[in-house]
């Protein structure tokens, strides 16, 4: 199974996700979403898997799509064009509300400069738009990934660890709200600033 890169979007403290334009921030290089969708179906612990069959989406596809996370329905779908797909996730039911989205590593790698600079500027566009704080880039996280970065009193910890004492791939951090992250495992090593007020960390991993 290939690798899978993702980019998980949180909220700050106190401010929910906004998903009333994140659809048409999706539109670059071609995008264009499948006309079938899965259903994320909330669990009693606040977790969300996609259950079930894949769900016809009506035509136009992207007016329906743009209806059913606008009325907050947690859906999973995907878009794609001919040099990559991305899996999108609106999860913000869940216990720690989030959008994902996620795309093939060795695909991604093989793009120019100028595709990749496109794609990271459409992240940014779309976490500004949803008012989200924080995008963490992780490569094939563990299930349930919103549990390893969780809000306490207004602090995000981001936790690293397995239960197996292993480390999962935190790749890079975007935040708007600097002070407010505690990490343990890694030392984020800032880079470079951002449009919309994100500040980019690289990440290194500590002893």
């Known amino acids: 199974m290939s690798t899978l890169r993702y980019a998980y979007l949180f909220s700050g403290a106190k401010t929910p996700l906004d998903l009333s334009n994140v659809i ?9 979403f499948d006309d079938e969708l899965f259903e994320l179906e909330v669990f009693p612990d606040g977790h969300l898997e996609a259950v079930g069959q894949g769900i016809k989406i009506s035509k136009p596809v992207k007016r329906d799509l743009i209806r059913r996370v606008s009325q907050n329905q947690q859906i999973q779908a ?4 001919k040099e990559l797909f991305v899996v999108c996730g609106f999860a913000t039911a869940a216990a720690n509300p989030h959008i994902f989205f996620g795309w093939p590593a060795r695909l991604f790698s093989l793009l120019d400069h100028e595709a990749v600079e496109e794609y990271r500027s459409m992240i940014q566009r779309v976490a500004s738009s949803v008012k989200a704080s924080y995008v963490i880039f992780v490569e094939d996280p563990p299930d349930y990934f919103e549990d390893h970065f969780l809000d306490v009193d ?9 239960p197996s004492g292993g480390r999962h791939s935190i790749i890079e951090v975007w ?10 495992g890694i030392k984020l090593e800032p880079f470079m ?12 991993e500590t002893d």
């Open 24 to 32: 048409q921030n999706l539109d670059i290089r071609g995008l264009e």
């Open 78 to 81: 995907t878009c794609r064009n």
């Open 154 to 162: 207004g602090i995000r910890y981001l936790d690293v660890f397995l």
């Open 175 to 184: 935040t708007q709200e600097v002070d407010s992250i505690i990490v343990e």
């Open 193 to 204: 600033t951002l449009e919309n007020g994100f500040h980019a960390f690289s990440v290194t």
